[in-house]
């Protein structure tokens, strides 16, 4: 008997075979032996939704079927036969399951516990692609059909929805969207949860949580993203930031036996997260967006037995004594022998009096699908000269109906990627607008109209577009360091031989040897990264710093 998704879950173009694989006898042999075996009867509930910690079970002779339970009826998402496995991306993670699953016939399963799967799939490389594989496909066709246990009620037109939107699909969590200007009978729904207008968005947990205009933070503690994760131990190393740079360095920590701690404030990505297509990076010829090497990396840290915590920033560093310890904004305090500071930098924005009006409600610092959904068929504006801004203007363009380029220089050719400016250059969709500046938003509660300058001819001109795609740098994430680590006079991180012998001399460096590469003022303290000074802005060079840095934290934990 093989495992059949449920009509309500198609697959999108994936292989069925690869989604609800059936194992050989050899292979069940081998994952078999990693668990305990257990009887099951018809109707026996396994797993009930919001559940931790998920074991994965292997079917032997009995039938299992996961559901989803809602007030007007469940949903079988799939079944499962002898020779097939349940689980999906929550397995790694530890947080809790969506569905139901339950006995649809008697027989034998075997269960295997969260720790022992990690193990599995870190020895047995044969199972490990077949299982992390099918896990990843797994969570991709829960988003694709919204079959996750939150409700999101909101607006396009909301800047606070946008945020949550992007803050759940950047995390990985399907969900699904009523529209307050589309769906009939949501007011409804908002009268009876005694919701009103400042409440927008409302995020509602399996029908029973209502959380209102809930901060990110919020969002993660009540969806438990964190809680499998132990806040007590000290850690091996601690990495600040789950950008490329923090990634790989997690994967490269973990793997390699550490005890490692990823802090996240948003999601994994980082601002590469939120790049369209990157097509300069080594082993993807045909390019990949910096959500999917985002999620990619995180599977593989977390494969590894890499803990990721979400919405947790750093707060302060407690540098006066080892171990050092990161204190979160909530006051915790979480100790490591050594850290990776990668917090890299913050979008700059414009200089214009009302643009935090429209931050996610017609101003964009991400060219994400959900943007290019929100702006398919419009005309839309982006702001800068870098490869972010060409990444963005290349794609928007594939959806908008005209993509104008405002930029400040005199032309792209300083600080963009050659065959990018070719694009531009040979897209009839993109106007490069030279030495032009944006100098007006107008609109009420999304923007709706905008003005521009031409600095030659000082020119203004008026437009109704209602889309603006700021890509014109970033700033170091450094004012929590509080003077614990030299930095240049941009507030970037200076490391290894860019430390000049006054920053050592006010740092009271106490070791013989010089600072390693990577390593900060403070010993055992790395920076790599955007947050790094004197960082090459190429994410093949940020992951290469992340891994290099692992090389010295092994030799600062031998001291």
Not at 491 to 502: A, H, M, S, V, Y
Request: glycine share 10%.
């Amino acid at each position: 008997m093989t495992a059949t998704p449920a009509l309500a879950m198609p697959l999108h173009g994936t292989r069925a075979e690869h989604v609800f694989p059936t194992l050989t006898a050899a292979q069940m042999a081998r994952m078999v032996s990693h668990g305990r075996a257990r009887q099951v009867e018809r109707g026996e509930v396994l797993v009930e939704p919001g559940t931790p910690n998920v074991p994965l079970f292997v079917v032997v002779t009995a039938r299992l079927e996961v559901v989803r339970p809602a007030e007007e009826g469940e949903t079988i998402v799939a079944t499962f036969g002898p020779g097939q496995f349940t689980g999906e991306a929550n397995m790694l993670s530890g947080r809790r399951g969506f569905a139901r699953i339950r006995a649809a016939e008697p027989g034998e399963v075997v269960e295997i516990d969260r720790e022992r799967l990690l193990a599995l799939v870190q020895t047995d490389s044969e199972l490990s692609e077949i299982l992390m594989r099918a896990f990843i496909f797994r969570r991709l066709e829960l988003i694709a059909n919204n079959f996750g246990d939150v409700v999101v009620v909101g607006s396009n037109h909301c800047q606070g929805t946008l945020r949550v939107r992007e803050f759940l699909a950047r995390n990985g969590h399907p969900y699904s969207l009523m529209d307050l200007d589309r769906e009939q009978g949501v007011q409804e729904l908002l009268d009876r949860l005694q919701v009103d207008e400042g409440d927008i968005p409302v995020v509602i947990w399996r029908g029973t949580v209502v959380l209102r205009n809930p901060t990110n933070e919020q969002i993660a503690d009540a969806l438990g993203f964190n809680d499998a994760i132990d806040q007590a131990p000290i850690r091996d190393v601690i990495i600040i930031g789950a950008g490329p740079s923090g990634l790989a360095a997690a994967v490269y920590a973990a793997s390699e036996g550490l005890d490692v701690l990823v802090l996240e404030s948003i999601a994994p990505g980082g601002q590469a997260g939120s790049s369209s297509k990157i097509e300069n990076y080594l082993g993807f010829p045909i390019g990949i967006s910096g959500e999917d090497l985002a999620g990619r990396a995180y599977a593989q840290a977390q494969k590894f037995g890499a803990q990721v915590m979400i919405a947790k920033e750093a707060h302060r560093l407690a540098c006066d004594r080892k171990p050092y310890a990161i204190e979160l904004d909530n006051g915790v305090r979480i100790s490591a022998r050594t850290i990776i500071i990668a917090t890299g930098a913050t979008y700059r924005t414009l200089d214009l009096p009302n643009i935090s009006r429209f931050e996610g409600a017609g101003v964009y610092h991400g060219a994400t699908y959900m943007e290019a959904q929100l702006c398919a068929g419009e005309e839309v504006i982006v702001v800068g000269g870098g490869n972010s801004a060409g990444q963005a203007a290349v794609y928007l363009a594939q959806t908008a109906s005209r993509v104008h380029m405002l930029v400040r220089s005199h032309g792209l050719k300083e600080m963009m990627s050659r065959y990018l400016i070719r694009r531009i250059e040979d897209n009839p969709a993109i106007v490069l607008r030279t030495r032009t500046e944006l100098t007006e938003l107008d609109g009420d509660y999304h923007l709706e109209r905008v003005c521009w300058r031409s600095r030659d001819d000082g020119e203004d001109v008026r437009s109704p577009i209602r889309h603006v795609f700021v890509m014109t740098g970033a700033d170091p994430c450094t004012s929590w360091l509080d003077g614990c680590i030299a930095v240049d006079d941009k507030g970037f991180i200076r490391t290894g031989q860019d430390l000049t012998p006054e920053d050592l001399a006010a740092a009271e460096w106490p070791l013989p040897r010089q600072p390693h590469l990577l390593e900060t003022s403070l010993p055992g303290v790395f920076a790599v990264g955007d947050v790094r000074a004197g960082n090459v802005k190429r994410v093949a060079s940020a992951v290469g710093e992340g891994s290099i840095a692992v090389a010295f934290v092994h030799r600062v934990l031998a001291e």
